[in-house]
């Protein structure tokens, strides 16, 4: 069984910087991907990246180049780089791991002078 939790979320001004934490406790060999999403209440959860372990990362449209993924050596946290951050970029984010379909709690982003 694995889990996944969350941190780094934050207030931040717009063109700010923060970096999320995923971080996996037990069978964390068994993963292969974890995703980035973020919602917003009252909206569906979107879908903001992906890194699939050994091969590469994918990102939405929206992040136009300001949102990075990376997994430490010890491959048990993933993180997600946020440059540039708009005000459209407040969500709680999560991450989410396959196979096993696998759910953090999330993280607020706020943006906001």
């Known amino acids: 069984q694995v889990q996944l939790v969350e941190s780094g979320g934050g207030l931040v001004k717009p063109g700010g910087s923060l970096r999320l934490s995923c971080v996996a406790s037990?069978?964390?060999?068994?993963?292969?991907?974890i995703y980035w999403y973020r919602q917003v209440p009252g909206h569906q959860r979107e879908w903001v990246g992906h890194?699939?372990?050994?091969?590469?990362?994918n990102f939405a449209d929206f992040v136009q180049g300001r949102f990075t993924i990376s997994r430490n050596s010890a491959g048990d946290t993933v993180y997600l780089q946020l440059t540039r951050l708009r005000s459209e970029d407040s969500a709680v984010y999560y991450c989410?791991?396959?196979?096993?379909?696998?759910w953090g709690q999330g993280t607020q982003v706020t943006v906001s002078s």
């Open positions: 989410h791991g396959q196979p096993g379909s696998i």
């Open positions: 890194i699939v372990f050994n091969m590469g990362t």
């Open positions: 037990g069978s964390v060999n068994s993963l292969h991907t």
